[in-house]
């Protein structure tokens, strides 16, 4: 569901028609793309820890904080992306 509000987003951007409108959209595409980057190259290095399933994701900055913290931000740029 996040990517398809994302994209309604940059929808929304180009069909205003105004400098604006092309503005926010490049700024989106800036911000979404990296970040969607960011997220699956973090599902994938936990692939190779001992991460199975989301409860598993509580001891993860225990054993590898660094990941854990990359994560983390990774998921509240998510949630600030959609509130602005």
């Known amino acids: 569901h996040s990517s398809i509000g994302h994209v309604d987003y ?4 180009l069909s205003c028609g105004a ?3 092309i503005q926010s959209l ?8 990296p970040m ?3 997220a699956f190259a973090i599902a994938l ?3 190779q820890t001992r ?3 989301i409860a598993d994701l509580g001891v993860l900055a225990e054993t590898n904080p660094i ?3 990359t994560f983390s ?3 509240f740029s998510y949630s600030f992306l959609i509130a602005t």
């Open 67 to 69: 990941l854990a913290i």
């Open 10 to 13: 940059i929808r929304i951007g």
């Open 51 to 53: 991460v199975k399933c």
């Open 73 to 75: 931000i990774t998921m």
């Open 36 to 38: 969607t980057i960011y």
């Open 45 to 47: 290095a936990l692939r």
């Open 26 to 33: 490049i700024t989106t595409i800036f911000i979404y793309a």
């Open 19 to 21: 400098i604006e409108g």
